[in-house]
């Protein structure tokens, strides 16, 4: 052709089958868990309004849902409970019969190899609608630990396979690791939200858990998305407290986060691919704008060439479908 030398980037693209040979990134049903609503009462399957294909669903349709989630491979679930009656002190989250409890219970009972995350935090129970214990409008450190703890272990009581503490407190992994142990539960793992951003890309959960905060935001326990440094701090600190997953939520817009916390640490790296991510595409792909099924594969693939091991998402269900459509 021409005496300028280059390299031939394209010989490695020219098939489908040469695409996939040379493919770095691959999802599959188990890299997710999938999260569930789960709300009192009976036959209650409502849609979240903010998040299409998303439900609040009550314990007697559980198990319906379940069949489906197993038959599509996916392995692991996080259950966030939705309670009628709040209190300030969250009293529903470490009741032995609270919603996630009694949620666990009834995995268990149908599909005892499912994993159960339980997220462990107050704000769904506090009639406040913060993570912790408020006094003159301040969220309390030290004393919502207490509370944390006493959640934690109802909820490894009742079966959960993994701690996920998501309430920002300092010190909460030394507390819920030191009240897991005292109680019996050395071998039940922690998965900590280390990275948590204070963000607005949580807004459609919020609508689904009913857990806006009443005054105030979070910002005085959630990080500031301007931060790159203290994200790892926050992992540093909750690896020596005794993590054993490491949680960086949102996902989308916090890549390198979540690339830099992998370089740095030799812990599983779970990424938290939130509500408002799902909803953008969702409202998008609704108005036809967006192709939904191409969209979701780049973004869930693009979280874990990032350097996420393991993907919390809403769309869980849906690509490991799509995955099993490509595969036969
Ligand atoms: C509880 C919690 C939140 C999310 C997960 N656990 C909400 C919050 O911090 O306000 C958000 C998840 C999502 O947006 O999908 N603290």
């Not at 609040?56 to 692991?76: C, P, R």
């Not at 019969?97 to 995995?107: C, D, K, L, N």
């Not at 959960?160 to 030191?178: C, E, H, L, Q, Y």
Request: proline fraction near 4%.
């Amino acid at each position: 052709m021409n005496s300028i030398h280059f390299k031939r980037h394209r010989r490695l693209r020219s098939s489908a089958n040469l695409r996939a040979m040379v493919r770095e990134t691959h999802l599959r049903p188990e890299d997710f868990i999938y999260p569930l609503f789960i709300v009192e009462g009976e036959k209650q399957k409502n849609e979240v309004a903010s998040m299409p294909g998303v439900f609040h669903l009550s314990l007697d349709l559980l198990k319906a849902e379940l069949d489906e989630i197993v038959a599509l491979g996916i392995k692991s679930i996080i259950l966030f409970g939705v309670p009628n009656e709040k209190d300030a002190c969250g009293t529903g989250a470490y009741h032995d019969h609270g919603i996630v409890q009694e949620a666990t219970r009834e995995v268990k009972k149908h599909y005892p190899e499912l994993l159960v995350v339980a997220d462990t935090c107050l704000c769904e129970y506090t009639d406040h609608g913060h993570c912790g214990l408020v006094e003159n409008e301040k969220v309390l450190n030290d004393e919502s630990l207490e509370l944390l703890v006493k959640t934690a272990v109802s909820q490894a009581k009742a079966g959960a396979d993994i701690i996920a503490p998501s309430n920002m407190m300092d010190g909460f992994v030394t507390a819920i690791r030191k009240g897991l142990d005292e109680a019996g539960f050395e071998e039940i793992p922690i998965m900590s939200y280390a990275v948590k951003y204070s963000s607005a890309f949580y807004g459609p959960f919020r609508d689904a858990a009913n857990s806006a905060p009443q005054f105030g935001d979070r910002k005085t326990y959630q990080m500031d998305p301007a931060n790159r440094l203290e994200a790892l701090r926050e992992a540093e600190s909750d690896l020596e407290e005794g993590a054993d997953f490491l949680i960086v939520k949102p996902a989308l817009s916090y890549l390198d986060i979540i690339r830099d916390v992998k370089n740095q640490y030799n812990v599983p790296i779970v990424a938290y691919n939130v509500s408002g991510e799902y909803s953008l595409i969702k409202a998008a792909a609704l108005n036809g704008w967006v192709d939904e099924r191409a969209i979701t594969m780049e973004m869930l693939t693009s979280i874990k060439r990032a350097g996420a091991d393991i993907i919390i998402t809403y769309f869980a269900k849906d690509v490991s479908r799509w995955l099993k459509e490509s595969n036969i």
